[in-house]
């Protein structure tokens, strides 16, 4: 096999990264084709294998600065007692990667985990940490038209000075329902298509349990967020359950759900009718309406006019009672709620009931 000098073969690969063909240059150089492919391929390896040893020493490098910022941000040593290590680090936990944290930190993953298993329950800023940062992640969510998953709501919470690991991230979306648009776009969109405006913004019932609607608000007091959902009667505008959470999730509503159908025991085809939140539209919740026979109605997406009562119901709530409040208390923030809604139902007067109260507009009909 012929030998060609290594300033031939930089020669004839420079032509063909200019853009000439190989047979031109085969031709000119009096070289075959075959050898000046072989030539082009150990140099596209060669390119490739510098490109991901840079790459390797970038990430190497990224995480080296990881390394030592986390050992700059814990409040003890490496060499410190375990106990003291695990106490450190939760306060760093979801801030970073848990195998950067624990490798930094010389410490098993699962011991580590272990302990924030057991911290959950115990610590407040945990619960504080996860509800401060669902507000922020729904709210990116929603501003970029629901397409981004947790790298990309990661990286505009870091852009935002917010220090949060994927992990945390992608946990906490599951928990709100929080899912992409791209993923499984088909799928969504046919079971979107499904979905019917059964209610179309007649707000009007002409009996008591023929016409549910039901929304969350949220409100904040102290170090947590407080999550309201709330069952109305069309009929009489009578707010026929809530419920109140630290955590907007399926839960929430289902448990509403339960105690508006055991009060009220409404007949088959009551139609409840709800926005498109990942918590109404759960696969749990559609289960439940279907095992009591209610007929889901949703809202129009963007068109929260659709669901006017229920938020009509929520504005009132919080300029009429809460916004005026001092609020000493979880305790009291509870009661607060549940005597303004006893008072909504049994005094406060209503144009849509002829300036009557539910209470009393629902009597009048059932003594009739």
């Not at 002409?206 to 709330?230: E, H, L, Q, R």
């Not at 309406?289 to 889901?296: A, D, I, S």
């Not at 963007?302 to 001092?326: I, M």
Request: charge should be positive; hydrophobic fraction near 30%.
């Amino acid at each position: 096999m012929k030998k060609y000098s290594e300033y031939k073969k930089k020669k004839a690969i420079k032509r063909y990264l200019d853009g000439e063909k190989v047979k031109q240059i085969a031709g000119a150089m009096k070289i075959s084709t075959s050898t000046i492919y072989s030539w082009i391929r150990q140099y596209n390896e060669k390119r490739n294998s510098i490109a991901n040893e840079v790459t390797e020493l970038r990430k190497l490098a990224e995480r080296q600065q990881k390394m030592i910022e986390i050992l700059k941000t814990v409040d003890c040593t490496v060499s410190a007692p375990l106990k003291e290590k695990l106490s450190a680090m939760e306060k760093l936990y979801g801030k970073y990667n848990n195998h950067l944290l624990c490798e930094t930190m010389e410490v098993d993953r699962g011991t580590f985990l272990n302990h924030i298993k057991r911290s959950k329950g115990e610590n407040n800023w945990y619960n504080q940490r996860c509800e401060e940062l669902k507000v922020h992640i729904q709210k990116l969510f929603e501003e970029n038209n629901q397409i981004y998953g947790s790298k990309k709501i990661t990286a505009l919470l870091r852009k935002q000075d917010v220090n949060v690991s994927e992990e945390m991230v992608r946990e906490l979306m599951n928990e709100l329902g929080l899912k992409s648009v791209r993923t499984n776009s088909k799928k969504e969109y046919i079971k979107e298509k499904r979905k019917k405006n059964i209610l179309k913004q007649q707000f009007k019932a002409d009996s008591p349990n023929k016409v549910w609607v039901s929304d969350v608000t949220v409100f904040n007091y102290g170090d947590y967020y407080y999550y309201i959902c709330a069952i109305i009667d069309l009929f009489s505008r009578k707010v026929v359950a809530y419920h109140i959470s630290k955590h907007n999730s399926t839960q929430l509503v289902k448990t509403t759900m339960k105690r508006a159908i055991t009060s009220r025991k409404p007949s088959p085809g009551l139609i409840f009718h709800t926005d498109n939140g990942s918590n109404f539209c759960s696969k749990t919740f559609e289960n439940y309406l279907k095992e009591n026979e209610v007929v889901h109605s949703f809202s129009r997406s963007g068109t929260p006019h659709d669901n006017a009562v229920a938020e009509s119901f929520f504005s009132s709530l919080k300029q009429e009672e809460l916004y005026r409040r001092k609020i000493n208390s979880e305790a009291e923030l509870y009661r607060i709620i549940e005597n303004y809604i006893n008072f909504y139902n049994s005094e406060r007067l209503h144009s849509a009931n002829h300036y009557k109260s539910p209470d009393e507009y629902e009597e009048e009909y059932y003594n009739k």
